[in-house]
Nanobody, 118 residues
Framework: QVQLVESGGGLVQAGGSLRLSCAAS????????MGWYRQAPGKQRELVAT???????SYADSVKGRFTISRDNAENTVSLQMNSLKPEDTAVYFC????????????WGQGTQVTVSS
């Protein structure tokens, strides 16, 4: 079984910064794409940023220039540096990874709350 555990959420004022981290553990042969999603109250879960095993990144337009995704393939971790936070960034943030054990499956973390006050 594979587990993803997020950390780093919290409460921050608008304009501030937070760094989220996610660690994958279990019988992992390889991790392909990793990413961060978020879900605000009453809204659908949306993609924030993704990163391939080779380091290619993509971002939602709403976070471009403010958020940076990175990963450590040796440690099976992915991070999200969030700067210039806005109240509309408030959401539960979820880590996702495409993990190969004996075959490839997508796994989700439990989520971490990010609250940005105005």
């Amino acid at each position: 079984q594979v587990q993803l555990v997020e950390s780093g959420g919290g409460l921050v004022q608008a304009g501030g910064s937070l760094r989220l981290s996610c660690a994958a553990s279990g019988k992992i042969l390889k991790i392909n794409a990793m990413g961060w999603y978020r879900q605000a109250p009453g809204k659908q879960r949306e993609l924030v940023a993704t990163i391939t095993s080779g380091g290619t990144t993509s971002y939602a337009d709403s976070v471009k220039g403010r958020f940076t995704i990175s990963r450590d393939n040796a440690e099976n971790t992915v991070s999200l540096q969030m700067n210039s936070l806005k109240p509309e960034d408030t959401a539960v943030y979820f880590c996702h990874a495409r993990v190969i054990t004996s075959y490839e499956l997508g796994y989700w973390g439990q989520g971490t709350q990010v609250t940005v006050s105005s």
